[in-house]
T-cell receptor
């Protein structure tokens, strides 16, 4: 079965640079979530989109922005990168048409290293 | 969303059943119990979820107490590949056609399956 695709899988950037992470949800999933997992920490919710509109927002820095496109893929844009942004970034998707169950399925993650 | 309490770590012998407990004493009537696991640095993997009835799928069984204040995830025949951090998450399921809710990860239980 098709899974969530994230690209790139690994990314190395310098401080103050920008980075763009991409997420391609499972086909027919219209909701996308972004999570950040720092070293030794648990995943933390950043932001989510439903039908191309932001649906929820967590502790996402102002330097980060995200959007969902017409084909439902999503991009997380990160500017003025800091050392503390080094983390695993996971994207998850879920279907909205399943009624009361909306299980989120995660991608393999993008490992961002800021030097 | 209700908070959950899990033991930080557990051991299990390969081939034996692994029983992972979770306390969620402040759970509300419309909140589901979800279980995910994360094998080292991989994306969290959905295991199972339930509202009040016991549930079983090809991966595991979920036993929810009658008062819904606690639950147990059962891996019937643990293998070395089941070594992972297991997260018990309580959340409201999405309203049909509306925005969905983020997953709030606690610290989870590190299950170590021993040969």
């Amino acid at each position: 079965a098709a899974g969530v695709i994230q690209s790139p899988r690994h990314l190395i950037k310098e401080k103050r640079e920008t980075a763009t992470l991409k997420c391609y949800p499972i086909p027919r999933h219209d909701t996308v979530y972004w999570y950040q997992q720092g070293p030794g920490q648990d995943p933390q919710f950043l932001i989510s989109f439903y039908e191309k509109m932001q649906s929820d927002k967590g502790s996402i820095p102002d330097r980060f922005s995200a959007q969902q496109f017409s084909d439902y893929h999503s991009e997380l844009n990160m500017s003025s990168l800091e050392l503390g942004d080094s983390a695993l970034y996971f994207c998850a998707s879920s279907p909205q048409t399943s009624g009361f169950t909306d299980t989120q399925y995660f991608g393999p993650g993008t490992r961002l290293t800021v030097l | 969303d209700a908070k959950t309490t899990q033991p930080p770590s557990m051991d299990c012998a390969e081939g034996r059943a692994a029983n992972l407990p979770c306390n969620h004493s402040t759970i509300s009537g419309n909140e589901y119990v979800y279980w995910y696991r994360q094998i080292h640095s991989q994306g969290p993997q959905y295991i199972i979820h339930g509202l009040k009835n016991n549930e079983t799928n090809e991966m595991a069984s979920l036993i929810i107490t009658e008062d819904r204040k606690s639950s147990t995830l059962i891996l019937p025949h643990a293998t070395l590949r089941d070594t992972a951090v297991y997260y018990c998450i309580v959340r409201v399921a999405a309203n049909y056609g509306g925005a969905t809710n983020k997953l709030i990860f606690g610290t989870g239980t590190l299950l170590a399956v021993q040969p």
